[in-house]
C-alpha cells in the first residue's frame, strides 16, 4: 500500500468531518488495511447514509491501489 493512499483517506475524510484534527489513519496488516478514527459525533458523516460514503471512499482506494486489496475500516 502506498502512503499516497494513506494521505488520500485521511484528505477525504478531513474534508467530510466538522472535527478534522480529530482525523486519524493508520495503516496496519503490513498495509494492506487502513484504519479511521474520527471523533465520535463525525462517525455517522464519514459512514454515510446506507454506508454510501464509506462504500464510495473504499471505491476509491480500490481504484488508488492499483488492485491491491486495500480494505478501509472505519474504527470506533
Known sequence: MSEK????VEFIAKAIVS?????????TD?????E???ADDDRGRVIG????VAK???????????????RL???D
Request: proline fraction near 2%.
Open 56 to 70: 464510495a471512499m473504499r471505491a476509491v482506494i480500490g481504484a488508488a491501489s492499483h488492485g491491491r486489496g486495500t
Open 5 to 8: 493512499t494513506q494521505e488520500l
Open 49 to 52: 447514509r446506507q454506508g454510501r
Open 73 to 75: 475500516e472505519i474504527v
Open 36 to 38: 479511521l478514527e474520527t
Open 19 to 27: 472535527e478534522p484534527d480529530q482525523v486519524k489513519v493508520t495503516a
Open 30 to 34: 503490513g498495509g494492506s488495511m487502513l
